[in-house]
C-alpha cells in the first residue's frame, strides 16, 4: 500500500510542476507584455500634471511622492500645485491618478486616487494612493 501511494505522489508531482512552470512563465510575459503596455514613468510639475488627464497623471504619481512636494503644505498650495480636486472635503483632498503600472499586489487594479490628508490646521498631514 504504501509503495502505491509513493508511485502516486512521484507520478502527481511529475504533473504537477510542468504546470507551475508553466504558470509562472504565463505570469511574466503577461507583466512583460501585457498589463500597462506603454507606461513611462514622467517627472512632476505643475504645468504637466494641468495638461494630463488621469491615466498620465499616474505616470507622474512616484516622481511627485519622491520629491515630497505635498508634505507640511496647505490645502490652498495643494490645489496651486495640482489643480482644483476631484473630490474630498474638509479634512483631505483627492485626485484621480489613472494607473501606475503593474501591481503585484493587486493585478486587477487599473485606476488609482491619491489622497492628501489634512490636519486640523488645513496642513497635509499625509499622502497615500489606494486603488
Same mark, same amino acid.
Given at each position: 500500500?504504501?509503495?502505491?501511494?509513493?508511485?502516486?505522489?512521484?507520478?502527481?508531482?511529475?504533473?504537477?510542476?510542468?504546470?507551475?512552470?508553466?504558470?509562472?512563465?504565463?505570469?511574466?510575459?503577461?507583466?512583460?507584455?501585457?498589463?500597462?503596455?506603454?507606461?513611462?514613468? +514622467?517627472?512632476?510639475?505643475?504645468?504637466?500634471?494641468?495638461?494630463?488627464?488621469? %491615466?498620465?497623471?499616474?505616470?507622474?504619481?512616484?516622481?511627485?511622492?519622491?520629491?515630497?512636494?505635498?508634505?507640511?503644505?496647505?490645502?490652498?498650495?495643494?490645489?496651486? +500645485?495640482?489643480?482644483?480636486?476631484?473630490?474630498? &472635503?474638509?479634512? &483631505? +483632498?483627492?485626485?484621480?491618478?489613472?494607473?501606475?503600472?503593474?501591481?503585484?499586489?493587486?493585478?486587477?487594479?487599473?485606476?488609482?486616487?491619491?489622497?492628501? %490628508?489634512?490636519?486640523?490646521? &488645513?496642513?497635509?498631514? &499625509?499622502?497615500?494612493?489606494?486603488?
Amino acid at each position: 500500500m504504501r509503495r502505491v501511494g509513493r508511485k502516486f505522489a512521484i507520478s502527481t508531482l511529475a504533473v504537477a510542476a510542468p504546470l507551475l512552470g508553466l504558470a509562472a512563465g504565463g505570469s511574466w510575459v503577461y507583466v512583460q507584455y501585457f498589463a500597462h503596455p506603454g507606461y513611462t514613468a +514622467l517627472p512632476f510639475t505643475p504645468q504637466a500634471w494641468a495638461a494630463a488627464d488621469a %491615466e498620465h497623471r499616474g505616470y507622474m504619481l512616484d516622481d511627485l511622492l519622491s520629491q515630497r512636494l505635498l508634505d507640511g503644505k496647505t490645502a490652498a498650495e495643494v490645489q496651486a +500645485l495640482l489643480g482644483p480636486p476631484d473630490g474630498g &472635503g474638509a479634512f &483631505g +483632498l483627492s485626485y484621480n491618478v489613472g494607473h501606475r503600472g503593474y501591481n503585484r499586489n493587486n493585478p486587477m487594479a487599473f485606476s488609482y486616487t491619491l489622497s492628501v %490628508e489634512l490636519d486640523q490646521s &488645513g496642513r497635509v498631514d &499625509g499622502v497615500s494612493v489606494h486603488d
